[in-house]
């Protein structure tokens, strides 16, 4: 009876749903950039970066990001990876890219949070 009632135990832990062990559904599904859209539509909205007057003197630059997409379709956790030319000070970019807004794909009805790289290029002439 001893024996039994170890195995039966054993048997209801590995075979019942562990929190710990259970996928988390705020980690997002890391996703190459080219594939974004597969889950995620953007949703244009006009946006005209604040800080670009600082960048008085360059001509044009280019900075790459790191962001998540949450289940709402917002943009959270931006990440500059590195911005061209060195020094620049990318916080228009991030700007940029928190204020985008996604919609869902039709292959994403769930809403899967996804974390991608986007490369954001301002000319600066243009935008002053």
Same mark, same amino acid.
């Given at each position: 009876?001893?024996? #039994?009632?170890?195995?039966?135990?054993?048997?209801?832990?590995?075979?019942?749903?562990?929190?710990?062990?259970?996928?988390?559904?705020?980690?997002?599904?890391? %996703?190459?950039?080219?594939?974004?859209?597969?889950?995620?539509?953007?949703?244009? =909205?006009?946006?005209?970066?604040?800080?670009?007057?600082?960048? =008085?003197?360059?001509?044009?630059?280019?900075?790459? %990001?790191?962001?998540?997409?949450?289940?709402?379709?917002?943009?959270?956790?931006?990440?500059?990876?590195?911005?061209?030319?060195?020094?620049?000070?990318?916080?228009?970019?991030?700007?940029?890219?928190?204020?985008? =807004?996604?919609?869902?794909?039709?292959?994403?009805?769930?809403?899967?949070?996804? #974390?991608?790289?986007?490369?954001?290029?301002?000319?600066?002439?243009?935008?002053?």
């Amino acid at each position: 009876m001893y024996k #039994r009632t170890i195995a039966l135990l054993f048997l209801l832990h590995t075979i019942s749903p562990s929190a710990a062990a259970a996928p988390s559904e705020t980690e997002p599904l890391v %996703v190459e950039s080219s594939k974004v859209s597969s889950y995620w539509t953007a949703d244009p =909205r006009p946006f005209s970066p604040a800080g670009v007057t600082q960048l =008085r003197g360059v001509k044009s630059t280019e900075v790459e %990001v790191a962001y998540t997409i949450n289940k709402n379709g917002k943009v959270t956790d931006v990440e500059v990876l590195s911005a061209k030319p060195e020094n620049t000070n990318a916080t228009w970019a991030v700007r940029a890219i928190k204020a985008s =807004r996604f919609i869902a794909s039709a292959s994403n009805a769930d809403h899967t949070p996804i #974390r991608s790289t986007a490369t954001v290029t301002l000319n600066a002439e243009s935008a002053n």
